[in-house]
């Protein structure tokens, strides 16, 4: 057998032993978020239960993150205009909060801001970052956006939530 075809089958076999349960916990566009739960910058245990009814912006990011970087001053400028009617919460990726405070202050950044240790980074698909996820007021997740998002991208994604 060759290379390609046992790599074509191992594929196969692992997309076959996947339970569907899993399959179905991971954030989809049009579907409705998966719940979950992270650790506020002072310990505290959040969930996303709290942000029931309200069209919430999420921000998967590290502070050692260039695409990350470069997306948030657009980001944190755009906060206000939409702080009444969006949540914003940004999502570190398994850091310290020694770490992460003081690059809040580097960006100015205001809105809330939690370390994630792994799972809902796993919940959402976040195989690379940046990545942002727009959730509309009844918790179906909007869009996905993965990579470096251009202020363009975030605008029209907002609409998709903002109203």
């Known amino acids: 057998m060759s290379r390609r075809t046992h790599a074509m089958l191992a594929c196969a076999a692992a997309l ?3 339970s569907p349960a899993a399959a179905e916990q991971i954030a989809a566009v049009g579907k409705p978020s998966p719940q979950f739960s992270f650790t506020s910058l002072d310990g505290a245990r959040l969930t996303s239960a709290r942000f029931a009814g309200r069209p919430v912006f999420v921000n998967f990011f590290a502070t050692w993150c260039p695409p990350c970087k470069l997306e948030l ?6 906060y ?3 702080k009444g009617r969006v949540v914003f919460l ?3 990726q398994e850091e310290s909060p020694d770490l992460v405070k003081p690059f809040l202050k580097q960006y100015s950044i205001q809105y809330l801001v939690g370390i994630d240790e792994g799972q809902v980074g796993a ?3 976040v195989a690379a970052i940046p990545q942002s996820v727009f959730i509309d007021k009844h918790g179906v997740v909007r869009a996905i956006w993965r990579g470096y998002m251009t ?3 975030f605008a029209r ?3 998709l939530i903002s109203h």
Do not use: R, S
Request: negative net charge; contains cysteine; proline residues 12%.
């Open 80 to 82: 206000p205009a939409y």
């Open 151 to 153: 202020p363009e991208v």
């Open 123 to 125: 919940d959402f698909g």
């Open 16 to 18: 076959c032993l996947a």
């Open 90 to 92: 940004g999502l570190d």
């Open 157 to 159: 994604n907002m609409e």
């Open 73 to 78: 001053p657009n980001i944190v400028k755009n």
